[in-house]
């Protein structure tokens, strides 16, 4: 048996090139059967007054079932979409910042599905809202310098006094004099350099302190 050879088509490509079209559709569909999960456990509501009744079990059925089903469904939407949003900006806007905007959406999402699903379950969200607020509070002043490195790259990503690829060189007090390299990452937390000693990773707040200029010639590490 003689086997023709020819150009070999891979199927594992292909497949994934269907999902990545179809994978949108997937995510506008959930929204729409969460928006209608919603509206169904609305209606249930309307026929008891809460779920510790006795009266009324099928409505108070639907009401929780449906409820439930919102919490599914506007989950998965928020990942899919939050997601497609990240693969459609990052060709135009590089790699971090359509990654803030995927975090951005996933955080939107989260908070919006929590406060709606609680609505519905009738859970009295200012109390739980008052109780986050403090917890924030507390879990701020235990992050500072976690929180002021994250506030920090975002302000490095906006601004962009530099990109991927430049070279350049860092002049602070924090950094211990100067240091210099080709930028090859601008995280959310780290600045990462290619040094003539290797990567390395500084901190996005002592990079916004610093003073940045353009690294000579004769510095620049080989890549």
Not at 195 to 219: E, F, Y
Request: with cysteine.
């Amino acid at each position: 048996m003689q086997v023709h050879d020819g150009p070999q088509i891979d199927l594992s490509a292909q497949v994934a090139k269907v999902r990545a079209k179809t994978r949108p559709w997937k995510s506008i569909i959930s929204l729409v059967l969460a928006i209608c999960a919603a509206s169904a456990s609305g209606w249930a509501h309307g026929h008891f007054r809460d779920f510790f009744a006795t009266t009324e079990v099928v409505s108070q059925l639907v009401a929780a079932g449906t409820a439930v089903a919102f919490c599914v469904f506007a989950s998965g939407a928020t990942i899919g979409l939050s997601a497609k949003a990240r693969d459609v900006l990052e060709p135009v806007t590089g790699t971090s910042h359509a990654a803030i905007v995927r975090y951005a959406l996933v955080l939107i999402g989260a908070v919006t599905t929590l406060v709606v699903t609680l609505e519905l379950f009738h859970i009295p969200v200012g109390q739980l809202l008052l109780g986050g607020a403090l917890t924030s509070v507390f879990v701020g002043i235990a992050a500072q310098q976690a929180l002021s490195n994250v506030f920090a790259g975002l302000v490095l990503l906006l601004a962009r006094p530099f990109k991927v690829g430049d070279s350049i060189k860092l002049r602070a007090g924090a950094l211990s004099g100067e240091i210099g390299g080709t930028v090859t990452e601008i995280g959310i937390t780290y600045l990462k350099l290619t040094t003539p000693d290797g990567v390395i990773s500084v901190p996005n707040s002592q990079v916004l302190n610093a003073v940045v200029g353009p690294l000579p010639p004769s510095q620049v590490p080989e890549r």
